[in-house]
């Protein structure tokens, strides 16, 4: 009975070793620990002898066993992954950056296209006869000057509106000549897709003078000069005079 006893106390005593030692890994185990063979880096689980009657733990490897005073044991190398930990708070906003120095400034652009003159006629007027095939009649232009800058390049744009088959015969057209500082510079001229109906308002665009069909121009004078515009018309009916309803004529300037 006593025997039996001590067999009872002796397997106890072994297995409260084998705890300690796995829980705590006491000095001894420790140091027995450091001079036992080291588990492999290609080992997942370790190895290892516990005396039954000291609790002395010590690590094997390879093909080591533990004696028959010993127990043997084994535990992973390494435990489970832990948990994701939760996420830290937001740090504080960063401060403002200083604002970057100012960009050089660009260079000035060309000026565009202006309309540096609106000449127009205030009403109708009636045509008389050419003298020398030119026209006597004035038709004035209200704001009919102007003054050219030195780099600018005008072209003249114009249109003259009468009435068709207003004197006879039927067809005849008015001849509108602009004079540019009293000299003939442009001239009014009408072309038909079809003829006209009698009666009706009909346009004539502003050409180079003598009729060359290229919008009027003025090259760069080199130096600031002014001009004056002033329009004459006539007709060569037969018969009666044709009813020229009105006229005007811009000056684009290109710089």
């Not at 127009?120 to 000057?145: E, K």
Request: hydrophobic share 35%; glycine share 12%.
């Amino acid at each position: 009975m006593i025997a039996s006893l001590d067999r009872a106390h002796a397997r106890s005593a072994g297995v409260l070793a084998l705890a300690i030692a796995v829980a705590g890994l006491a000095p001894a185990a420790a140091a027995s620990a450091r001079k036992a063979p080291r588990a492999t880096s290609k080992s997942s689980t370790v190895r290892a002898c516990i005396n039954k009657r000291s609790g002395a733990l010590r690590i094997i490897g390879g093909r080591q066993r533990c004696t028959r005073s010993e127990r043997s044991f084994s535990f992973n190398a390494k435990g489970l992954d832990g948990r994701n930990g939760s996420n830290g708070t937001s740090g504080a906003s960063g401060r403002n950056g200083t604002n970057g120095a100012n960009g050089v400034s660009g260079t000035n652009g060309r000026d565009g296209t202006t309309i540096s003159l609106r000449a127009r006629t205030s009403a109708p007027i009636t045509g008389t006869a050419l003298v020398g095939g030119l026209p006597t009649l004035d038709y004035p232009l209200t704001n009919g000057a102007w003054t050219q800058a030195a780099t600018e390049v005008d072209v003249l744009f114009g249109e003259l509106k009468y009435i068709y088959g207003s004197c006879t015969p039927a067809g005849t057209v008015p001849t509108a000549i602009a004079y540019l500082d009293g000299q003939p510079f442009a001239q009014f001229y009408a072309l038909f897709a079809s003829t006209p109906t009698l009666g009706s308002t009909v346009s004539a665009n502003l050409y180079s003078y003598p009729l060359v069909f290229t919008p009027p121009s003025l090259f760069e004078p080199g130096a600031a000069t002014p001009h004056t515009l002033a329009l004459r018309v006539g007709d060569s009916c037969t018969t009666g005079h044709l009813s020229i309803q009105s006229a005007a004529i811009d000056v684009a300037s290109y710089r």
